[in-house]
């Protein structure tokens, strides 16, 4: 077996998208790979044939990241940009989504239409008809609109543009989105033999998603309408087909709704939080509504865990369901303690938990309550799965080299009490090839969120400096996911039981495993993470070398500048830079940038409108004005999720830097 080295993540295959055909006889998926010389993803749609157990790749061009089932149960509809006049065309500034159908037993892809907008979703009514979610502006004109001399004139007007952004409203951008300002994401029925955009929205309404009745005559979805300041709490919405009506039918006033569902004609199942108790990271409830009545049960009342998938890993990439409507049944994810699971809940409030796998499921679809699924089971990379009589069975093979040819260090598992009534659980990489009596450099790593969980399954990363001679630990500190609401709220306490969590899961793992030195341990993370890696250096030097990697150090600067921070930095520290600046100060790693003494490198990139480049270069700047060893390296053209979605050549970098940065301190 060979090592495992930088680049090989570069070599893995990642899955997304997998969806049944509407006859449950097929399934798509996507798969991407990275294009190194080219220095871009690769995404291709795959067939897998239900009843022959086989599968085999549909396209080649290499662009299409999503796709829909046609009605028809033998064509797919995707998008993409494959011809030059397109391609120019999109360069000169017009707005639209070309589609293209394309015969799952064969044939070239054919274009079907084009619709003159961003779309974001799509989903078909009828032969004719198609629901869609598209990208509307009120500033902008489109050049669809216009045809000669205006149009030329509209295009020049664009370009000139370009070189100027005008904000009027926050958010005014958006990380991996750039600037919003205005954007709202509107709800449409596209006619194709008529080629005609009907908007159901107004142009101030933005909407999250939305979901079809049995019998396609009505729609519900969830929105929030502003000016000015977007808002955290949305509404529900029902839409006639037929008559066009349009009415709001949302039970609470103030409500944050993430899902809701048709169950019948007389019954929605919707899922979310009031906020009240725990802030804007509250655990969701579903809930129950009578629509004739609009009386309102809570069908999970008592109950307490997280609707999504936080299981930490570097290695996926493109977007999957995670919530879905079945039969009587409604599937979900939930996160429970270091794993991801799919249950399913009806609506009676009866709840049953459909896998059983340790690991992450990172995107699933259900037809007739076959479940089929994109997972990560222990230390095996995503595969397709399938559940078989309560059984997971791998469908696909795509990443299985790693485990037979790779050197992989298996996590081993540690439960550290770092309070009363507290234990938190962690896990150590040793090195590959490790020898008795060698004495190893170690590394800490602390994860996002900070609602966010790290588990067993793949993580390149840590694989990697593992395979370089590190011993790499890791945990999850009170403020992390998989717990319930009591464990993740660290709401006003950020720095404090979390710094005391990982400082005493420091000392445990120093002291059993003694063939760290602890004279060369490192400590780096990433958003939260980097916040702490941040507060760490400022409130002890035990660590030799830390890379703060989207970090937060200014509490006050984090709010005015970055895409959350407005409504998060006050949820997260019960404060406003106006109403108590210094429980804010109190709070942020800047503050304290003159106690440190350890060399730190930062990595940040230029449009992370989530963690903006200047919480970096504020605590970089702090560090070198008192004369520490300092360094950053900004990534451009990169966003808050360069360590997952970033360009092939960038990423590469990233490790590298890191790498290099602990080698120079700790080896």
Known sequence: MENLKLDDFTKYKFLSGVKYSPNGKKAGFIVHRMDVEENCYLSNLWIYDIEKESYNKLTSFGKETSFIWLNDCENILFPSIRDENDREKADQGEIFTQYYRININGGEAEKAFKIPLKVEAIRQIDENNFLIIGEYNINKVNLNDLEGKEREEQAKKIKDEKDYEVLDEIPFWSNGDGFTNKNRNRLYIYNTEKNLLNPITDEYTNVLNFNLSADKTEIVFIANSYKGKMPLNDDIYIYCIKSGELKKVSPYEYFNYEYVNFMSKETLIFLGSSMKNYGVNENSKFYKMDMKTNETICLTEGKDFSTWDSVGSDSRYGNSQHILKDGRYIYFITTEMDNSYINRIDENGNIKKITKGKGSVDGFDVINGNVIMIAMRRLKLEELYKIDNEKEVQITDFNGWVIYDKKLSRPERINVETAPG????????????????????????????PKTVY????????????????????CNPRGSDGRGNEFADIRGKYGTIDYDDLMKFTDAVLEKYSFIDKDRVGVTGGSYGGFMTNWIIGHTDRFKAAASQRSISNWISKFCTTDIGYYFVEDQNGATPWNNMGKLWDHSPLKYADKVKTPTLFINSDQDYRCYLA????????????GVDARLCM???ENHELSRSGKPKHRMRRLQEITDWFDKYLK
């Open 422 to 449: 507290v234990t938190i659980e962690g896990w150590i990489l040793k090195p590959v090839d490790f020898e008795d009596g060698k004495k190893y450099p170690a590394i800490l790593d602390v994860h996002g969120g």
């Open 455 to 474: 588990g067993e399954v793949f993580f390149h990363e840590m694989q990697y400096w593992a395979n370089h001679g590190y011993a790499v630990f890791f």
């Open 615 to 626: 919480e970096g270069i504020q605590m970089f700047t702090a560090l070198k004005y008192h």
């Open 635 to 637: 990534f451009r053209g």
